[in-house]
């Protein structure tokens, strides 16, 4: 089942915040997120993978609520080096959402 | 250490021919995933392999395409009887284990198959 992604498209001006969300009508027990560049492979940022449990990388964040089954990740401060497609990832397959398009203007 | 790696980075086929795209997987890696990504689209699960354990299929499009992979390393995606609809970017990712664990998939460049 695929997850759904909110919203579908972002612009921000450098140094604003941006929250990613991603639910699921099934149970989640891991949530993966990537970036894709245009025209670039996806490239990993996190795992989730109890509930609650919240992960960091550099500015960028992640929450993961079991029980709500859905996942945000948060972007503080973010950097023209965010602009990309965010794609969350859940299952033993990973089957990704759509995507969300993050626009950063300098 | 090398990463995955796909071949042809780029094929040109017309459209009833038959194609092969390979993948590369880092080495030790268990698990194997093919996607394809249409232009400005989503990644969509086409198969996972995972060590020994028969292949999931469920999300191949049709029966012209198949994939296999030999002595759990390299795999290769075939496509029967190309249509147009299956112009696309074709991306391998790896990892060390399934992906319900603590392990990330690592993509490869992918290759893009465009059906004339």
């Known amino acids: 089942q695929q997850p759904v992604q909110s919203p579908q498209a972002v612009i921000l001006r450098e140094g604003e915040d941006a929250v990613i969300n991603c639910s699921s009508s099934k149970a989640l027990y891991s949530v993966h997120w990537y970036r894709q560049k245009h025209g670039e492979a996806p490239v990993f940022l996190m795992i989730?993978?109890?509930?609650?449990e919240q992960k960091g990388h550099e500015k960028i964040s992640a929450s993961f609520n079991e029980k709500k089954q859905q996942s945000s990740l948060y972007l503080t401060a973010s950097q023209l080096s965010y602009s990309g497609t965010y794609f969350c990832?859940?299952?033993?397959?990973?089957?990704f959402g759509k995507g969300t398009r993050l626009h950063i203007l300098p | 250490g090398a990463g995955v790696s796909q071949s042809p980075s780029n094929k040109v086929t017309e459209k009833g021919k038959d194609v092969e795209l390979r993948c590369d997987p880092i080495?030790?890696?268990?698990?194997l995933y093919w996607y394809r990504q249409s232009l400005g689209q989503g990644l969509e699960f086409l198969i996972y392999f995972q060590g020994n354990s028969a292949p999931d299929k469920s999300g191949l499009p049709s029966d012209r395409f198949s994939a296999e992979r030999t002595g759990g390393s390299v795999s290769t995606l075939t496509i029967q009887r190309t249509q147009q609809e299956d112009s696309a970017v074709y991306l391998c990712?790896?990892?060390?284990?399934?992906?319900?664990?603590?392990?990330?998939?690592?993509f490869g460049p992918g290759t893009r198959l465009t059906v004339t």
């Open positions: 990712a790896s990892s060390l284990a399934p992906a319900g664990g603590p392990y990330e998939q690592y």
């Open positions: 080495s030790g890696h268990t698990a």
């Open positions: 990832g859940t299952g033993d397959k990973i089957i």
């Open positions: 989730l993978l109890k509930g609650g």
